[in-house]
């Protein structure tokens, strides 16, 4: 069957992000105050797979693997 796995990257808590800080600073110029921003990186991967379970193992293993450094990101999946 086929499963499609959304998976959601993001820094860890008190980790910097450089990309969110200059979003924020670009959107306070332009008339957007935002009291904070951060930045994600969402993956949509369709598998065949014998079920729901089987896709979120994998889509664990894909994260732990390559998808995310463990000591500085945090990660989300549905499937």
Do not use: W
């Not at 930045?39 to 894909?62: C, H, K, L, N």
Request: contains cysteine.
């Amino acid at each position: 069957m086929s499963y499609t796995v959304k998976i959601t990257i993001s820094l860890k808590e008190g980790m910097l992000d450089p990309e969110a800080r200059a979003i924020q600073h670009a959107l306070s110029n332009l008339g957007f105050a935002t009291e904070s921003l951060s930045t994600a990186q969402v993956f949509f991967i369709t598998m065949d797979v014998p079920s729901a379970g089987d896709a979120r193992q994998r889509a664990e293993e894909m994260c732990e693997r390559l998808l995310a450094n463990p000591v500085i990101h945090s990660y989300e999946i549905e499937v």
